[in-house]
């Protein structure tokens, strides 16, 4: 079946845009994530979504950041008025729900803020 | 919160070796410690993990050890390939969330041939 997919695959933009990333997870999965992967770093978490419980916005690094989830499948990351220090791939993983499900990871958006 | 550190960042050994990396973790209450290989330019795929109520597991030539006691967990390769050649990250699940993880920084291993 299908993975999860991300759009795009690659923004440019520049200092002070908003930008939207685009999640669709893989059908029926009740979990979202969304992590930040700056060149050469590990995953950083950002926000995670499950079923209709209130998202887990711990990770979000400023309130330029934003998510939602709209219909309890595709997602949308918002940032606004972009930062050179934003630029980074964002990836998104979804999940069964259940304890210990493995999180899938789709292609990521590789975002360049000049 | 969750901490999960790991090392070495960086591992380099000759086709055939041993690869080893360890994490440590600081929530005793975490359960679930999966391990994910990330290829250049391509998304991270879980290899294998474990949960707390196992010491060990093992496939093929991958296996983890866990100890609950100290709070951490190693990956070991044996017999390595090139192919084997990626960045692997470990994570720790947070008890503060829902099958929510932390990710280690990740260690480049480089197989030589």
């Known amino acids: 079946g299908a993975g999860v997919s991300q759009s795009p695959s690659n923004k440019v933009t520049e200092k002070g845009k908003d930008v939207e990333l685009r999640c669709d997870p893989i059908?029926?999965?009740?979990?979202l994530y969304w992590y930040r992967q700056s060149l050469g770093q590990g995953l950083e978490f950002l926000i995670y979504?499950?079923?209709?419980?209130?998202?887990?916005k711990s990770g979000l690094p400023s309130d330029r950041f934003s998510a939602e989830r709209t219909g309890g499948s595709v997602s949308t990351l918002t940032i606004q008025r972009t930062q050179q220090e934003d630029s980074a791939v964002y990836l998104c993983?979804?999940?069964?729900?259940?304890?210990?499900?493995?999180?899938?990871f789709g292609p990521g958006t590789r975002l360049t803020v000049l | 919160g969750e901490n999960v550190e790991q090392h070495p960042s960086t591992l380099s050994v000759q086709e055939g070796d041993s690869a080893v990396i360890k994490c440590t973790y600081s929530?005793?209450?975490?359960?679930?410690f999966p391990w994910y290989k990330q290829e250049l330019g391509k998304r991270p795929q879980l290899i294998i993990d474990?949960?707390?109520?196992?010491g060990e597991k093992k496939d093929q030539r991958i296996a983890v050890t866990l100890n609950k006691t100290a709070k951490h967990f190693s990956l070991h390769i044996t017999e390595t390939q090139p192919e084997d050649s990626a960045v692997y990250f470990c994570?720790?699940?947070?008890?503060?969330?829902?099958?929510?993880?932390?990710f280690g920084a990740g260690t480049r291993l480089a197989v030589h041939p």
């Open positions: 993983a979804s999940s069964g729900g259940d304890s210990y499900n493995e999180q899938f």
């Open positions: 059908s029926g999965h009740t979990a």
């Open positions: 979504f499950q079923g209709n419980s209130a998202p887990d």
């Open positions: 929530d005793s209450a975490s359960n679930y």
């Open positions: 474990i949960r707390s109520n196992v």
């Open positions: 994570a720790a699940s947070d008890s503060g969330g829902y099958n929510k993880l932390i």
